[in-house]
DNA sequence: CTGTCTGTATGATAACACCCAAACAGGGAA
DNA sequence: TTCCCTGTTTGGGTGTTATCATACAGACAG
């Protein structure tokens, strides 16, 4: 069974890409998708995959250490920390809303109606679909680029 | 009737500050808090009041101009613009779809069932959504920071 | 050992974000 | 007119973000 990981950067949104790789990868932990000792893309693949340079993956998994999200090992890969706890429930809680409410401001601006948008919404939904997974083994993931 | 705006910027977000400031001021206009017609804080007042340089708060007003959103004139003040700026179906349909699949991606992330991010974005719209009202005459709003 | 994967580390370059100070110019009321 | 509000513009400074190219070093299979 092949594992994705869905990434998305945003060039336009103003904040730094190492962030957004940052927040994903925490989202990830949070949600159970990456649980301990699961192996991260490599460098040199995340990097390609969303066409950034490689100091960049660099400087997101450095910060993602010392936040004690991850653990690098020389010559072997990036790997999900074993005293992980990134993210609490309720940060979950008010990420999920600050997303959320910025795609409400926007579509009001736009001037779309709230029945078209939640449209969007479950058709976005279901194009990313997650695959569901029971599995208990440590894996490594791929990656699928958003841009 | 005294008319506040809330201003709250983190400096720690990682988010440009002229950036936090553009969001919160379509926050207000898609919510109907700030109408067409209704001045703006001035780049001076809004900068000592949030304590950044006039330099951040122009930049935050001048891209708000192109955006359609506000009007600056020389020597009377920054105005909710009238005119809403023309927006062709697809650039609406292309900037709707692009934030909707970043919150899908982000709901993924977080391993939020589809149902659950349909019920929060619904909320998030009634939030936004204004209730309509006669008042039509403009007025001037000050500023009540947040840090 | 060799090849190839992995992370680690530089220095140079460019663009951006933010601050600071100062000056210029329009609008409107005393 | 003068005064004080307003936006406009410039030049200089610092730190951050991100790119590119290059090199070094650990892990491991063949």
Same mark, same amino acid.
């Given at each position: 069974?092949?594992?994705?990981?869905?990434?998305?950067?945003?060039?336009?949104?103003?904040?730094?890409?190492?962030?957004?790789?940052?927040?994903?990868?925490?989202?990830?932990?949070?949600?159970?998708?990456?649980?301990?000792?699961?192996?991260?893309?490599?460098?040199?693949?995340? *990097?390609?995959? =969303?066409? &950034?340079? #490689?100091?960049? $993956?660099?400087?997101?998994?450095? /910060?993602?250490?010392?936040?004690?999200?991850?653990?690098?090992?020389?010559?072997?890969?990036?790997?999900?920390?074993?005293?992980?706890?990134?993210?609490?429930?309720?940060?979950?809680?008010?990420?999920?809303?600050?997303?959320?409410?910025?795609?409400?401001?926007? *579509?009001?601006? =736009?001037? &779309?109606? #709230?029945?078209? $948008?939640?449209?969007?919404?479950? /058709?976005?939904?279901?194009?990313?679909?997650?695959?569901?997974?029971?599995?208990?083994?440590?894996?490594?993931?791929?990656?699928?680029?958003?841009?």
């Amino acid at each position: 069974m092949i594992h994705r990981l869905h990434f998305q950067i945003d060039e336009r949104s103003g904040v730094p890409v190492y962030r957004q790789m940052m927040d994903q990868v925490k989202y990830y932990v949070a949600g159970g998708t990456l649980r301990q000792g699961d192996q991260l893309p490599s460098i040199r693949e995340l *990097a390609s995959a =969303l066409t &950034v340079n #490689p100091t960049t $993956v660099v400087k997101a998994y450095t /910060e993602l250490e010392r936040d004690g999200v991850i653990e690098m090992r020389h010559g072997k890969g990036a790997f999900v920390s074993g005293r992980a706890k990134a993210i609490t429930r309720e940060e979950q809680e008010v990420a999920l809303r600050r997303s959320a409410k910025q795609l409400a401001v926007e *579509a009001t601006q =736009l001037q &779309v109606t #709230p029945p078209r $948008v939640i449209t969007v919404v479950r /058709e976005e939904l279901n194009a990313v679909n997650p695959s569901p997974s029971a599995d208990e083994t440590p894996v490594k993931f791929t990656v699928v680029p958003g841009r």
